[in-house]
């Protein structure tokens, strides 16, 4: 059976006429035994009065503002019987003393961690996500803090209902405010507001011996970019590849006749003007979105830019107007800046304007890879290293031929699958019959 009961300010030392500066229950909550009711404060001290039993509240008997003393009405309770006795009990005893928060500072104690078996300890190194969303005063209210964590938490805009205290019962420190503020901050700033989850911070030495490096300039710029791309465009990579048997022949006797100048011609330096061709053929590829996403903006001149692995990480210079050189002027550029690169002579004119870029690990290894789209542009041509395989002829023999992988990464927002399958097709026909690089 219910019964009502009156709460009453308990025992809160010498202070008498403390005004109430906030009301965490109303008419119709649920409470639990040590909810916090209401808080008061004095000009020495806040503290909350937390609710001796269990039990719906009936009544609130005070308002903000209201100065109260011991034995003061606060609320009326409806109890179950058995909590009832309990209160009987209470209040023969007199109820605890309210903590104390002097000068409405939190005390500097370390929070006590709630065990929560459920959690596993990878799921406890990394809290979920949170997004900043309006405070929910309802569940702002019913949260278990301080006046003084309560006041933090409203300067800052933190919803309290969201935090999860790692104090005694649940209790939300100061400490916990600034916890989950600052996971806010990191789920916004790392996932571009995709409210991604923060990597966990791990002492590697616990594993065993590390060294730490600092990242390089270029390493810090190039990894902003390509995180940048990776979570903003929607990539899509085509695999193909060219019968480059006749290229490479051809390329082979172009360099023996030009060897007394010094003319070195890489597999790279087709591949560039076969991209351009293709480029011409599917305009799209050559465009860029317009930072509205409302229009595409295609281009009439032909820049290629092509990654350059140097000591310091990756940077890609472009090679202008590739469409208006030979292939031996192409060649030529392309060995000059990339020297210049590795010698971190660049100029910002050589690292902008590029249409489409070419990351060529040819020369490395490797059979395909998946390239981040060099954004604004539109589409990234990878190329990995042509090997020998015997390739069914129309004789009925197999031939050993050179063959050479292409992985053509594009945006989708701009490039339909039909046409990346069409254009890596185009280049592969180019590359494999290099007179029709002249047409
Ligand atoms: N298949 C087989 N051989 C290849 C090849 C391929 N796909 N690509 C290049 N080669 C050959 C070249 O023809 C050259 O052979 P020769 O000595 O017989 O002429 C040799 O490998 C070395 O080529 P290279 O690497 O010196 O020259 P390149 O024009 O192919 O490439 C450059 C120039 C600057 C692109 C390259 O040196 C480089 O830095 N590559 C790395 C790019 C990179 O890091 N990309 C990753 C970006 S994403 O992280």
């Not at 929910?136 to 805009?157: C, M, Y």
Request: net charge negative; proline share 8%; with cysteine.
């Amino acid at each position: 059976m219910a019964e009502e009961k009156n709460i009453v300010v308990p025992d809160i030392g010498d202070f008498e006429g403390v005004e109430v500066i906030e009301i965490m229950v109303s008419p119709g909550d649920t409470i639990n035994v040590e909810d916090p009711l209401v808080s008061l404060e004095s000009d020495k001290a806040a503290m909350e009065i937390p609710s001796p039993l269990a039990g719906t509240i009936r009544e609130v008997k005070i308002k903000i503002g209201d100065q109260v003393s011991k034995g003061d009405l606060l609320a009326t309770m409806e109890v179950a019987a058995a909590e009832s006795a309990a209160v009987a009990h209470q209040e023969a005893e007199t109820a605890e003393p309210p903590k104390e928060t002097p000068g409405a500072t939190e005390p500097e104690q370390p929070p006590t961690p709630t065990p929560t078996p459920s959690r596993t300890p990878a799921a406890d190194q990394r809290p979920p996500p949170v997004t900043p969303s309006p405070i929910d005063e309802a569940g702002f209210r019913k949260a278990h803090a301080s006046p003084s964590v309560r006041k933090f938490a409203r300067e800052l805009g933190a919803d309290l209902g969201q935090i999860t205290g790692t104090g005694k019962k649940g209790r939300i420190s100061k400490q916990d405010v600034t916890a989950f503020v600052k996971r806010v901050m990191t789920s916004a700033t790392a996932g571009g507001g995709l409210g991604v989850a923060p990597m966990p911070e791990i002492d590697f030495s616990e594993f065993g011996d590390i060294e730490t490096q600092p990242l390089t300039k270029i390493n810090k710029l190039t990894g902003q970019f390509l995180h940048r791309n990776w979570v903003t465009v929607p990539h899509v990579t085509q695999f193909d590849e060219a019968d480059i048997t006749e290229l490479e022949a051809f390329r082979r006797q172009l360099n023996k006749e030009h060897k007394d100048e010094g003319v070195r011609v890489t597999v790279l330096a087709f591949l560039m003007k076969a991209l351009v061709s293709a480029l011409k053929e599917y305009p799209r590829f050559n465009s860029s979105l317009d930072p509205g996403g409302e229009n595409l903006v295609l281009k009439k001149y032909f820049h290629i830019g092509v990654a350059v692995d140097t000591p310091d990480g990756l940077v890609v210079p472009v090679i202008r107007d590739c469409d208006r050189k030979s292939l031996i002027e192409v060649a030529n550029e392309l060995i000059a800046v990339s020297a210049r690169a590795r010698a971190k002579k660049l100029s910002p004119a050589d690292l902008s304007g590029g249409c489409i870029s070419i990351s060529s690990l040819g020369g490395i290894g490797g059979t395909a890879f998946t390239p981040i789209v060099n954004a604004p542009e539109v589409a990234i041509l990878g190329v990995s290293r042509a090997q020998m395989r015997p390739v069914y002829q129309e004789d009925g023999e197999f031939e050993p031929r050179l063959i050479l992988p292409l992985s053509l990464s594009y945006d989708h927002r701009v490039i339909d699958g039909a046409d990346g399958a069409r254009f890596t097709s185009f280049l592969s026909k180019l590359l494999s019959d290099t007179r029709r690089l002249l047409l």
